[in-house]
C-alpha cells in the first residue's frame, strides 16, 4: 500500500522548486497520456482532478499515475478535461461500459447530463459501487469483466472451470466410468457388488473425476467469497438469481 511519505507527486515537487506546473503522466493499462496539472485540476471533484483521490493510483517509482482501466474510454475522459467539459463516447464502445468509467472518474453529473442529451436517453441508472477502493476494485473484478484486463481473464477463467466441472459431471454418468472408484474399493476391500457398505479408499480420491471437481469447487467458493466481501449491497446479492 502507497504510504504517504512515499507519495511525493509532480506538483508537489515542482512547488518546492518554484517551477511552473509541468506536464503530468497517466499510465491507462500501459498506454501513457500527458496533460498539464492545472487541466485536471480545473474539475477538483474529479478522480483526476483531485490530488487527494488520485494519490493512490501514484507510482512513485515511475513518476506517474497508473490506472487499469479502458484505454479506449479514457481518450475520451481525457478531452473532457482538456475540452472544458465536452465529453464524447467513441462509437466503438458500449453506453454501459462508457457509463462505468465516468462513474469510476468520478466526472459527476455534468457529465451524465452530456450523456442523456447525446445518448437521447431520460434516465441513467448508475452502477452501485462499494465505498471502500479496494472492495471497489474487488468487485469490478469480478463483475465487470469489460472494466480491465485482468477482470476479462478472470471471466475467461470462470468459464473454463464452469465448463470443466460441467464436462466431468457429464462423463461420469458414462456407463464407461460410471462406478469405476466404486468397483475398485469393493476389489480392494474383498467385498461384493451386491453390499449396501460403500467402502472409502485411496482411489477415490485419486480418481481424476474427484481431482478436477475439488478444484472447480475450491475455485467457486474462492470466487463466492471475493463476491461476498466486495458486494455494494448484500441485500441484493443473496435475493440475486445468479448468486442461488
Given at each position: 500500500?502507497?504510504?504517504?511519505?512515499?507519495?511525493?507527486?509532480?506538483?508537489?515537487i515542482m512547488d518546492k522548486e518554484n517551477?511552473?506546473?509541468?506536464?503530468?503522466?497517466?499510465?491507462?493499462?500501459?498506454?501513457?497520456?500527458?496533460?498539464?496539472?492545472?487541466?485536471?485540476?480545473?474539475?477538483?471533484?474529479?478522480?483526476?482532478?483531485?490530488?487527494?483521490?488520485?494519490?493512490?493510483?501514484?507510482?512513485?517509482?515511475?513518476?506517474?499515475?497508473?490506472?487499469?482501466?479502458?484505454?479506449?474510454?479514457?481518450?475520451?475522459?481525457?478531452?473532457?478535461?482538456?475540452?472544458?467539459?465536452?465529453?464524447?463516447?467513441?462509437?466503438?464502445?458500449?453506453?454501459?461500459?462508457?457509463?462505468?468509467?465516468?462513474?469510476?472518474?468520478?466526472?459527476?453529473?455534468?457529465?451524465?447530463?452530456?450523456?442523456?442529451?447525446?445518448?437521447?436517453?431520460?434516465?441513467?441508472?448508475?452502477?452501485?459501487?462499494?465505498?471502500?477502493?479496494?472492495?471497489?476494485?474487488?468487485?469490478?473484478?469480478?463483475?465487470?469483466?469489460?472494466?480491465?484486463?485482468?477482470?476479462?481473464?478472470?471471466?475467461?477463467?470462470?468459464?473454463?472451470?464452469?465448463?470443466?466441472?460441467?464436462?466431468?459431471?457429464?462423463?461420469?454418468?458414462?456407463?464407461?466410468?460410471?462406478?469405476?472408484?466404486?468397483?475398485?474399493?469393493?476389489?480392494?476391500?474383498?467385498l461384493s457388488s451386491n453390499t449396501t457398505?460403500?467402502?472409502?479408499?485411496?482411489?477415490?480420491?485419486?480418481?481424476?473425476?474427484?481431482?478436477?471437481?475439488?478444484?472447480?469447487?475450491?475455485?467457486?467458493?474462492?470466487?463466492?467469497?471475493?463476491?461476498?466481501?466486495?458486494?455494494?449491497?448484500?441485500?441484493?446479492?443473496?435475493?440475486?438469481?445468479?448468486?442461488?
Open positions: 500500500m502507497l504510504s504517504i511519505d512515499s507519495y511525493k507527486p509532480v506538483d508537489y517551477i511552473k506546473p509541468p506536464m503530468v503522466t497517466i499510465n491507462v493499462s500501459g498506454c501513457r497520456y500527458e496533460t498539464r496539472l492545472s487541466t485536471l485540476e480545473n474539475y477538483p471533484d474529479t478522480l483526476l482532478g483531485n490530488e487527494y483521490k488520485r494519490k493512490s493510483y501514484w507510482n512513485n517509482q515511475r513518476q506517474e499515475y497508473f490506472f487499469d482501466r479502458h484505454r479506449t474510454c479514457f481518450e475520451s475522459i481525457l478531452y473532457y478535461y482538456q475540452s472544458n467539459g465536452d465529453l464524447i463516447r467513441p462509437n466503438s464502445i458500449s453506453l454501459d461500459i462508457f457509463l462505468k468509467e465516468i462513474s469510476f472518474f468520478q466526472l459527476g453529473q455534468h457529465a451524465y447530463d452530456q450523456v442523456k442529451q447525446s445518448e437521447n436517453i431520460t434516465e441513467i441508472i448508475i452502477p452501485l459501487m462499494p465505498k471502500q477502493h479496494w472492495r471497489k476494485r474487488l468487485w469490478c473484478l469480478m463483475e465487470y469483466p469489460q472494466s480491465s484486463l485482468l477482470a476479462t481473464l478472470i471471466t475467461i477463467i470462470s468459464m473454463i472451470v464452469t465448463f470443466l466441472s460441467c464436462l466431468t459431471l457429464a462423463f461420469q454418468t458414462l456407463p464407461i466410468f460410471a462406478g469405476y472408484s466404486l468397483n475398485a474399493c469393493l476389489q480392494q476391500s474383498n457398505f460403500i467402502p472409502i479408499c485411496s482411489d477415490i480420491f485419486n480418481s481424476p473425476f474427484f481431482i478436477i471437481q475439488t478444484i472447480c469447487v475450491g475455485y467457486f467458493i474462492i470466487e463466492f467469497l471475493i463476491r461476498l466481501i466486495s458486494t455494494p449491497s448484500y441485500k441484493r446479492f443473496f435475493t440475486s438469481i445468479l448468486t442461488c
